[in-house]
């Protein structure tokens, strides 16, 4: 609930967050080093070596795709192939990004997941809520 993915797998800060949190999201953000792009180019910035957003980005990448070609072709069998793919991809916080809208295949993903936590979703299954005793 505290970090929003968009497009190429950046993340931001959630604009639903109180201030306490927001200030707490940030620092993590920093902290983690999760707002670091490197670039493609190594000439560019050669001593960025965190290739972790190349990763995410595609991630994010795979995930559109799947999305697009769920949108052309609604079987069980496209959305098991999802479900493959994006266990197999990792980033399971960029499909439940990218399947926002389509709450059968977000539960398809909690379920996928191992050790996700089913109390972390509302009584659907499908959307965050805040944990119990938790700080977010």
Do not use: H
């Not at 180019?41 to 980005?57: F, G, I, L, Q, S």
């Not at 266990?87 to 191992?114: C, H, N, Q, Y």
């Not at 996700?116 to 809520?129: N, Y």
């Amino acid at each position: 609930r505290a970090f929003n993915y968009i497009s190429g797998g950046i993340i931001i800060t959630s604009p639903n967050l109180a201030e306490e949190a927001l200030e707490r999201a940030k620092n993590t953000i920093t902290l983690t080093g999760l707002d670091r792009v490197p670039s493609d180019n190594p000439a560019v910035n050669p001593e960025m070596k965190d290739t972790r957003w190349r990763a995410r980005r595609t991630a994010f990448q795979r995930a559109e795709r799947a999305y697009d070609n769920l949108r052309d072709d609604d079987r069980e069998s496209m959305r098991s192939q999802i479900i493959d793919t994006a266990v197999s991809t990792g980033f399971f916080s960029i499909w439940m990004t990218v399947f926002r809208e389509d709450s059968e295949m977000l539960k398809r993903l909690i379920e996928a997941f191992p050790s996700t936590s089913k109390e972390c979703f509302d009584s659907e299954g499908a959307f965050p809520i805040k944990r119990k005793d938790g700080n977010l």
